[in-house]
Every structure is written in C-alpha cells, then in structure tokens.
C-alpha cells in the first residue's frame, strides 16, 4: 500500500472531501505508475480519481464503529514518534 495513502475512518471531524480526493489520486498514481499522465490519457486518469473517490467517500459513509473517534492531532504526533525511532540515528 502507498504510504501516503492514510487512513481517513473514525476521525472527529470526518474526513475532508480534499483528503478523500488526495488519497484517491494517490491510488490511482500508484496502481498506473504515472505521477503526471501523459495528454493522451488525462481524461481516463481524471475519471479513474473522480471513480476512486466517490467510491471511498461511499465507503466511509458506510462504514460503523462502536470506538471512540480519533483526534488528528494525537495520531500524527503517534506517526511522528514511530518515525522518529525508525529513522534514529
């Protein structure tokens, strides 16, 4: 999985639809292996980020949990710190 793909479920507030787009472009970067597609298939790419997205935002919309909402602030302060002891020197 694309590390800069997170995980967008179980946050107070919910999830963006700006974060829901990147994580969608971010997939289809990684599943067509073209960062920047050529003029030729710019339409298609365009379309499979559109499809992607609302099929994510479809997903979060669905998806139910009995655990308390996440706060953003505290889980990227989790992600700092398992990023810095992976990458202590």
Same mark, same amino acid.
């Given at each position: ?14 999830? &963006?639809?700006?974060? /829901? +787009? ?13 960062? +920047? ?6 339409? /298609? ?18 998806? &139910? &949990? ?10 990227? +302060? ?12």
């Amino acid at each position: 999985m694309c590390r800069n793909i997170k995980v967008l479920h179980n946050f107070a507030p919910p999830a &963006t639809h700006d974060e /829901v +787009a990147a994580a969608a472009l971010q997939y289809v970067r990684k599943i067509s292996g073209a960062t +920047a597609p050529s003029a030729a298939n710019q339409a /298609v790419f365009d379309q499979a980020v559109a499809e992607v997205a609302a099929a994510t935002q479809r997903l979060l919309d669905g998806l &139910t &949990t009995s655990a308390a909402p996440k706060n953003r602030d505290v889980e990227a +302060a989790k992600a700092r710190a398992r990023s810095e002891a992976r990458f202590a020197r």
